[in-house]
């Protein structure tokens, strides 16, 4: 599987506690201070959510029935979500069951890949909004305190906007730059990638490595060499701790890589316009991602179209807590 160079550049991004971004502790089977653990392959453990974020849980499953059996039991069906009668709740699949890459009728495959991916794009974004929320602030208030303007500093930081200018930029310019970096994937593209990427789930690099996006690295022993690597590559498919990691990497890579500006560009001004982002359109200007460039592009506009993903637009997480 061949990646053009722009996925190559994101270190390891670490689960944060700055109040407006998920924390979440993942820790063995019956280590859970103070809580006995549940009986059999599931593992279910309290996300440490703020108030601007819906309550979370991490889930460890073994087994694709054990999956199947809490879907159930929180009455997670994907007409429902697709049609707005119900919502998704907040589970937070840390890596896909084992039995996952073995033998399953199409449509189970796909409607579990859906059910475990939907909700982690779903956190992602929320944590996305609730940053640019805090922009949004600053914006609305004219300034910021010293806090808020390290946090700027931060996020200039981490999207790349550090280097494109020596100089210190207000605040309020300084946030109106990250607004158009600082912005939600729509779940469609992001659920379609994901697809194409990790074969619906089956690919060596999303059960080991929990990469569900194919993201390249150069910095040996934080990826998996590729099997059908070219002679004199030296390039290796990023690796991550969870499969939230890898959803938070692939949304980082699109909002801070140069290769991907025309893709910020296009979502900014639909912004400013007031439309719904479009994942197919918004496609368009991700030839970049692949070295297949339009071939890519196509294959993901196939997969939203064949799977009506867009139907999950408009998808709104339920919080979860533990029972």
């Known amino acids: 599987m061949k990646r053009a160079t722009p996925t190559v550049r994101h270190a390891p991004r670490f689960w944060r506690h700055c109040g407006v971004v998920a924390a979440l502790t993942l820790v063995a089977l019956g280590e859970i201070a103070g809580a006995s653990a549940p009986s059999g ?5 309290t996300v440490r959510t703020p108030p601007s974020l819906p309550p979370a849980i991490a889930l460890t499953i073994r087994k694709t029935a054990e999956l199947e059996k809490v879907l159930d039991s929180r009455g997670f069906a994907l007409d429902g979500v697709a049609s707005g009668r119900s919502r998704v709740p907040a589970l937070a699949l840390t890596r896909l069951p084992t039995d996952f890459a073995g033998e399953m009728p199409v449509n189970r495959r796909k409607t579990l890949f859906i059910s475990g991916v939907l909700p982690l794009i779903l956190l992602a974004n929320a944590e996305i909004t609730a940053d640019r929320a805090r922009l949004r602030l600053i914006i609305a208030k004219g300034d910021a305190n010293a806090q808020g303007r390290a946090w700027l500093d931060d996020q200039a930081a981490r999207y790349g906007l550090a280097a494109e200018k020596q100089d210190t930029p207000p605040p309020v310019r300084l946030a109106q730059r990250l607004l158009r970096h600082v912005d939600t994937v729509p779940v469609s593209l992001a659920l379609a990638q994901a697809a194409a990427e990790s074969g619906w789930g089956r690919s060596r690099f999303a059960h080991d490595g929990n990469a569900l996006y194919g993201q390249w690295t150069m910095s040996e022993g934080h990826g998996l060499v590729p099997q059908r690597r070219d002679a004199g590559k030296k390039h290796l498919v990023r690796q ?6 890898s959803v938070r990497a ?16 296009a979502r900014a001004t639909a912004r400013g316009r007031g439309q719904a982002l479009d994942g197919a359109e918004l496609a368009h200007h991700l030839e970049a991602y692949s070295e297949r460039g339009t071939v890519y592009i196509d294959e993901l506009r196939a997969i939203m179209r064949v799977n009506r993903l867009g139907r999950f637009d408009g998808a709104i997480l339920i919080p979860e807590r533990r029972v």
């Open 41 to 45: 392959p599931v593992n279910l453990i």
């Open 240 to 245: 991550f701790g969870s499969l939230l990691d």
């Open 250 to 265: 692939y949304m980082r890579n699109l909002n801070s890589h140069p290769a991907y500006r025309t893709f910020r560009d």
